[in-house]
T-cell receptor, first 109, second 115 residues
Framework: QKEVEQDPGPLSVPEGAIVSLNCTYS??????FMWYRQYSRKGPELLMY????GNKEDGRFTAQVDKSSKYISLFIRDSQPSDSATYLC?????????FGTGTRLTIIP | DAGITQSPRHKVTETGTPVTLRCHQT?????MYWYRQDPGHGLRLIHY???????DKGEVSDGYSVSRSKTEDFLLTLESATSSQTSVYFC??????????????FGQGTRLTVV
């Protein structure tokens, strides 16, 4: 079983829609959870990180962690064409960061 | 942008030749990582370092070695390049706080082609 599972998509939604991206993880010891955005031919850039369970909001983005179900989510409100990218979830544990495979998102104008 | 520089940015090399990729940071972060990114596999950890001369293997370390003689530099060497090592390689750095690695910052990547 992979430590982090992520639906690879692709996912296409119209501009202005709410986007929900999700990952599951296997190790209940993980405490730090991150979301990265990666544009084509660029390095991943940190979008948000959360510690333990709960929600964290930053503008149009909300990261949510449910440790009881080992489920992490990223919500994008009022999606824009500039949000079109690959989104990767990541968890921190045992000195390492483990990534999901990424979900490719396209926002259609 | 975090101060991470990868070099070279692009490289084409022949099968069987050794190749060294360099990652340089100006942030003085303790942890440095090398990942490779391939379609369908996402980012996979090759090796990481938790201090000068302190390194450990990741999930896809076969055929790779690393060295860290200074805090700011982390080198990845493909000892004898193979076509299966054609990939995009990313270096990352992170802090370690209370035993956990918090957010990592990535370089721009090195696109390596082995022919």
């Amino acid at each position: 079983q992979k430590e982090v599972e992520q639906d690879p998509g692709p996912l296409s939604v119209p501009e202005g829609a709410i986007v929900s991206l999700n990952c599951t993880y296997s190790n209940s010891a993980f405490q730090y959870f991150m979301w990265y955005r990666q544009y084509s031919r660029k390095g991943p850039e940190l979008l948000m990180y959360t510690y333990s369970s709960g929600n964290k909001e930053d503008g149009r983005f909300t990261a949510q962690v449910d440790k009881s179900s080992k489920y992490i989510s990223l919500f994008i409100r009022d999606s824009q064409p500039s949000d079109s990218a690959t989104y990767l979830c990541a968890v921190s544990g045992n000195e390492k960061l483990t990534f999901g495979t990424g979900t490719r998102l396209t926002i259609i104008p | 942008d975090a101060g991470i520089t990868q070099s070279p940015r692009h490289k084409v090399t022949e099968t069987g030749t050794p190749v060294t990729l360099r990652c340089h940071q100006t942030e003085n972060h303790r942890y440095m990582y090398w990942y490779r990114q391939d379609p369908g596999h996402g980012l996979r950890l090759i090796h990481y370092s938790y201090g000068v001369k302190d390194t450990d293997k990741g999930e896809v370390s076969d055929g790779y070695s690393v060295s860290r003689s200074k805090t700011e530099d982390f080198l990845l060497t493909l000892e004898s390049a193979t076509s299966s090592q054609t990939s995009v390689y990313f270096c990352a750095i992170s802090l370690n706080w209370q035993g956990e690695n918090t957010e990592a910052f990535f370089g721009q990547g090195t696109r390596l082609t082995v022919v």
